[in-house]
């Protein structure tokens, strides 16, 4: 079951550090069932110690997370991860077919990976993801979108509540970008799992994503992408005057420097590169 007012995921006043660094300071948001939420920021803003914290591989200073009712690690059965990089061997002798098994049975001694009940499980999961065409093909043989079609029916065939992905649009073209994120919307949609999706760029999401949370300088913005874009917003999250520019339907961010000269434009991110 989700929380009472329907959060699926709800990290209160979190605050973690690494090495004695702090990383997150004081971060607040809540997901709903069925959400898709863009997790906003630039490399170093602290997205995959937020995913690391949620799936409890981190320590937590103070505050709290809540999944799917449940505080911390006791609701961590009801997530699902796809990490940044993995490194798929072309000489792994794994099919498709085969990594998305283990996302059922790969903890157990000998997994009964042939077994019709996970083979009718398997070949349903592949189909939701459009990957049954590949499916009996070399995992590390498949294009970049392919792999992650795999990775993401490995993640939901358990059929979690929560599904958390790091920079899953990484190196992949223009087209494989475009078809996953329509993928992870129709799978929101569809079983009303909630999605948590990371990456520095937001302009692939923003015709998808329900909400937004923006991390700089250690802090996060959270709510409704319009609500959260804006230049007042954001200018307060990185702590110096910031404008948001949309232009051909995307979104720009433009910083000033000290002597309040504009810098180059840059993608919404922190590496606002000075003129």
């Given at each position: 079951?989700?929380?009472?007012?329907?959060?699926?995921?709800?990290?209160?006043?979190?605050?973690?550090?690494?090495?004695?660094?702090?990383?997150?300071?004081?971060?607040?948001?809540?997901?709903?069932?069925?959400?898709?939420?863009?997790?906003?920021?630039?490399?170093?803003?602290?997205?995959t110690t937020l995913l690391r914290t949620l799936l409890g591989f981190q320590p937590i200073d103070s505050g709290s997370v809540m999944l799917d009712g449940k505080v911390g690690k006791a609701g961590i059965n009801s997530v699902g991860y796809v990490p940044q990089k993995i490194m798929l061997d072309a000489e792994i002798p794994l099919r498709a077919r085969d990594l998305v098994a283990l996302g059922l049975n790969g903890q157990r001694l000998g997994f009964s990976l042939n077994s019709k009940k996970v083979k009718q499980q398997v070949d349903a999961m592949l189909k939701e993801v459009g990957a049954e065409a590949f499916a009996d093909k070399r995992i590390g043989n498949l294009s970049g979108g392919q792999q992650q079609r795999v990775l993401i029916a490995h993640a939901l065939i358990r059929r979690p509540r929560l599904l958390l992905l790091d920079e899953p649009l990484a190196n992949l073209d223009i087209r494989s970008v475009s078809e996953i994120v329509a993928l992870l919307r129709h799978l929101s949609r569809a079983h009303q799992v909630t999605i948590l999706l990371s990456a520095h760029d937001m302009n692939p999401l923003l015709s998808s994503m329900d909400s937004i949370v923006y991390l700089a300088n250690g802090r996060a913005a959270s709510g409704k992408t319009d609500d959260v874009v804006q230049s007042r917003v954001l200018s307060e999250l990185y702590g110096h005057p910031i404008e948001v520019l949309r232009v051909m339907n995307r979104v720009l961010v433009i910083a000033a420097n000290a002597s309040s000269e504009p810098c180059a434009l840059s993608m919404p991110d922190e590496n606002l590169m000075k003129a």
């Open positions: 079951m989700a929380t009472e007012d329907g959060g699926v995921l709800v990290a209160e006043n979190l605050s973690v550090s690494f090495s004695g660094k702090s990383v997150l300071k004081g971060v607040n948001f809540t997901l709903k069932a069925g959400e898709f939420c863009g997790l906003i920021g630039s490399n170093g803003s602290g997205k």
